[in-house]
């Protein structure tokens, strides 16, 4: 037995098709994403006026400027709220980006969410991207499936909290509950 276990090959080799998760040039353009680019889907976004929030994983030393989430196949409909945001692992609001009100968004876009203030990331762990739109019809996201947490200390991949939320993010992440579909986030 190896340091690789019975594994034969070249990791790098056995691996390679990951590279297509990531940027192509590391050095081209900084971001993080909670999932890889390969593998995703269409997934059902909160309900009007719920956030739904996605663990993503920074480092210490990142400063954050803007989340991006990419609609699926749904586009928005009688858009009325739409805002991002920026939470500590322990739920704690740092940012929110201005609300986008009415602004159009289509299918199968991507849309950037400028934070208020970029937070320069002072230790690496678990932070929660949060997006809440208001809408007669709420896109669907691009994104996965992720199981529930069943290990003592596991924390959700994605979640939904608040009602009838509007132009404001709120102070905490409260009575946050599981929620199987987690979009794509990338944090810029």
Known sequence: MTLLGTFKGNPRNDLGWLNSAGRPDPEAVFHRANLPRVGLDDVATAA????????????????????????????????????????????????????????????????????????RITRSGIYYAGLSVAAATVPTLVGSVGAKPFLTGEGNLSQTSGSSLTATAPATIATPAYKRHVPLVIAT
């Open 48 to 119: 009007s006026g719920v956030m739904c929030s996605v663990a993503l994983y920074l480092q210490d030393g990142d400063l954050i400027s803007n989340l991006t989430f990419v609609s699926g196949a749904t586009a928005g409909a009688t858009l009325t709220n739409q805002f991002a945001a920026l939470y500590s692992g322990a739920g704690v609001l740092l940012a929110q980006s201005a609300d986008k009100t009415s602004e159009a968004w289509a299918a199968d876009t991507a849309k950037t969410f400028g934070l208020a203030t970029a937070q």
